[in-house]
């Protein structure tokens, strides 16, 4: 990963995004446009207190917002931030991309005993 490339990775942000639960609700939120702990894990295979820590990841690395909602609170994806974070992936694979196709016409030029 060049320098630029590796300064511009939050891997807090990373983190959060690679828990395939976390992207799930993620999903759910941004299909509904919000939501609480309760009505997330009426969707979802995990008890309420697990998508509230889940949520507590996902707000702390700032892909979502809570404001109070009566006894809850009601969770909204910070689009701004998941746009970071998908720049983010894009610079990275745009990186690997690059050193595969060096990896590539190295192993081609060794194959052609050049």
């Known amino acids: 990963m ?3 490339v590796a300064e511009a990775v939050d891997d807090d942000l990373w983190s959060a995004i690679g828990d395939p639960t976390r992207r799930r609700m993620l ?3 941004l299909a509904g446009g919000d939501g609480t702990a309760t009505t997330l894990s009426q969707q979802m295979p995990v008890t309420r207190q ?3 820590k889940h949520l507590g990841v996902l707000d702390r690395v700032g ?3 809570a404001t109070p909602a009566g006894r809850e609170r009601r969770y ?3 689009e701004a931030q998941l746009e ?4 983010q992936l894009t610079s990275v694979g ?3 991309d690059a050193r595969l196709q060096r990896i590539k016409r190295i192993a081609e030029a060794i ?3 050049v």
């Open 111 to 113: 194959q052609r005993g």
């Open 27 to 29: 999903d759910l939120l």
């Open 94 to 96: 745009a990186a690997w």
């Open 63 to 65: 892909l979502v917002r």
């Open 76 to 78: 909204r994806v910070d």
């Open 2 to 4: 060049t320098s630029a």
């Open 84 to 87: 970071r974070a998908v720049a």
């Open 50 to 52: 697990a998508v509230a």
